[in-house]
């Protein structure tokens, strides 16, 4: 099956190559646990050829107009899309959510191609009243050069071109290290980039197994001609690169962790807030870096929520994520499954009530049943660590000023939540809640049309929209001078 876009190489230079080791290693399905694939355990030298295959192709892309650039982003788009059900199948293979979702990704990743094809044509710059009346002032923006991506399994298709299409927009080569356990979409991805016409060099990807990424991770950042990498994971791994683009003062951008609340005030819509809850916890089993980490839900309607939305969880199906009907994939991997464990144990034992879930599944593999926990407090870890996983976790409060306060108690700041249908709460939370992403009455936020990212630990720099963009580029301050005659 999908022998074309199945691919167990890496693209770099243009070329379809093994690692000059020789070395592979396996990408297991975490639905079945079966190998799927073998794909190249590459290191420094690998990393090098890719970085100077990046350099070579530099100049020529870079001279590009931007329409020329767009226009093969374009046709790269329309290859996803066209290929969208063997992409899906794929993704839905390595990574185990289900084929629906996967579709969805499919398309949100071709839109940042489509989104990114049309805001390199809209890069402008600026003119600024000059100081001196011999002279006027100039800004441009350009490309910054050979740039990296490193992107996580949880959105292994969507984060590569939200990544990718910014970077290739601008003029600049990229380098991409996809997850280790998540290869097989970025690779797929690269076929269809080839077959658009994206010139050697121009957009190279490099895989590696868990144990490789310190010796991947370091050849790009010790490497002074990667001038960005943008990361998207853990806080941990964000803060050890951002130690180790010290020496280069290499440019980062950092996509985190996150610790969303999510808040139900006593004016929610009821109905709208469970349908949001749900969409918000349980897409991707619970793995996603915006996901409803604490749900904070007004006194008023707390018993009547907790036992709606366990009633819902109570409902949805795991399985295989390729059988119709299924809701629920597995997790990514075992440590996956063990911190999840962790977490409700310890919230159990420190006295939140389990309603429903609350185990693996009967499937076993790395499934575990979607969860809901009440009566959950701060001095619980599931309330300070991104859960990652199918559990929800149900806090009580009485006031406003209460659950702004309990939401900003973390030091993640990626996306918050809330429900409300007043104009004047509405405003005034938006505006308190620290995340860089508010969703009001809405609990799915994820477009390519709009900035994504976030503060405190939850990392810095912006994707998607026409903030995304800049990003990638460097301002140039342009003094023409001696204009009197
Ligand atoms: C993420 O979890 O990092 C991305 C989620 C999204 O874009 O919806």
């Known amino acids: 099956?999908?022998?074309?876009?199945?691919?167990?190489?890496?693209?770099?230079?243009?070329?379809?190559?093994?690692?000059?080791?020789?070395?592979?290693?396996?990408?297991?399905?975490?639905?079945?646990?079966?190998?799927?694939?073998?794909?190249?355990?590459?290191?420094?030298?690998?990393?090098?050829?890719?970085?100077?295959?990046?350099?070579?192709?530099?100049?020529?892309?870079?001279?590009?107009?931007?329409?020329?650039?767009?226009?093969?982003?374009?046709?790269?788009?329309?290859?996803?899309?066209?290929?969208?059900?063997?992409?899906?199948?794929?993704?839905?293979?390595?990574?185990?959510?289900?084929?629906?979702?996967?579709?969805?990704?499919?398309?949100?990743?071709?839109?940042?191609?489509?989104?990114?094809?049309?805001?390199?044509?809209?890069?402008?710059?600026?003119?600024?009243?000059?100081?001196?009346?011999?002279?006027?002032?100039?800004?441009?923006?350009?490309?910054?050069?050979?740039?990296?991506?490193?992107?996580?399994?949880?959105?292994?298709?969507?984060?590569?071109?939200?990544?990718?299409?910014?970077?290739?927009?601008?003029?600049?080569?990229?380098?991409?290290?996809?997850?280790?356990?998540?290869?097989l979409s970025a690779l797929a991805i690269a076929t269809l980039a080839e077959e658009a016409g994206v010139p050697a060099g121009v957009f190279n990807v490099v895989t590696g197994a868990r144990k490789d990424a310190p010796e991947i991770g370091n050849a790009l950042t010790s490497s002074p001609i990667v001038k960005k990498i943008s990361f998207t994971g853990s806080t941990l791994v964000g803060k050890f690169l951002v130690r180790s683009c010290a020496d280069n003062l290499t440019k980062l951008s950092l996509e985190l962790g996150g610790n969303a609340p999510f808040i139900v005030f006593d004016d929610a819509d009821f109905d709208d807030a469970l349908l949001g809850v749900q969409i918000c916890k349980y897409r991707n089993s619970g793995q996603t870096c915006i996901s409803a980490n604490r749900i904070l839900v007004h006194s008023k309607l707390h018993d009547r929520f907790v036992e709606a939305l366990s009633n819902c969880a109570a409902k949805l199906i795991s399985g295989l994520g390729t059988e119709d009907g299924v809701t629920q994939g597995p997790l990514i991997e075992s440590r996956a499954m063990e911190k999840v464990e962790r977490l409700v144990k310890d919230a159990i034992d420190k006295g939140a009530t389990l309603v429903t879930g609350g185990k693996r599944h009967e499937l076993g593999g790395t499934f575990y049943e979607p969860t809901v926990l009440c009566d959950v407090t701060n001095e619980m870890a599931i309330v300070h660590e991104e859960i990652f996983g199918p559990v929800a976790a149900i806090m009580r409060f009485e006031t406003e000023d209460e659950a702004i306060s309990i939401a900003n108690d973390t030091p993640y700041g990626l996306a918050g939540y809330f429900y409300s249908r007043d104009v004047g709460k509405i405003f005034r939370v938006a505006e308190a809640l620290d995340v860089g992403i508010v969703g009001v009455n809405t609990g799915l936020i994820s477009t390519e049309i709009a900035p994504f990212g976030g503060v405190k630990e939850s990392g810095t720099g912006r994707e998607g929209s026409k903030y995304g963009i800049d990003d990638w580029t460097s301002i140039k301050y342009i003094c023409l001078s001696g204009l009197e005659k």
Request: charged share 20%; with cysteine.
């Open 1 to 183: 099956m999908l022998p074309k876009l199945l691919r167990t190489e890496c693209l770099i230079g243009g070329k379809w190559v093994g690692s000059k080791s020789g070395k592979t290693f396996e990408v297991i399905n975490p639905a079945t646990e079966e190998v799927l694939a073998s794909v190249p355990r590459m290191g420094h030298e690998d990393v090098q050829t890719a970085i100077t295959a990046a350099e070579s192709a530099y100049p020529k892309w870079k001279a590009m107009t931007a329409a020329a650039r767009g226009n093969i982003l374009d046709l790269w788009a329309e290859k996803m899309r066209e290929h969208s059900e063997e992409l899906s199948q794929l993704l839905t293979l390595e990574q185990g959510k289900v084929i629906a979702e996967s579709r969805i990704e499919i398309e949100y990743a071709a839109s940042f191609l489509s989104w990114f094809a049309g805001e390199g044509k809209r890069l402008y710059g600026d003119t600024i009243p000059s100081h001196r009346t011999d002279s006027r002032i100039l800004v441009i923006k350009q490309p910054i050069g050979v740039c990296a991506g490193i992107t996580p399994w949880n959105f292994p298709s969507a984060m590569v071109t939200r990544k990718a299409a910014p970077a290739l927009a601008a003029g600049n080569c990229m380098i991409l290290k996809p997850a280790e356990t998540t290869p």
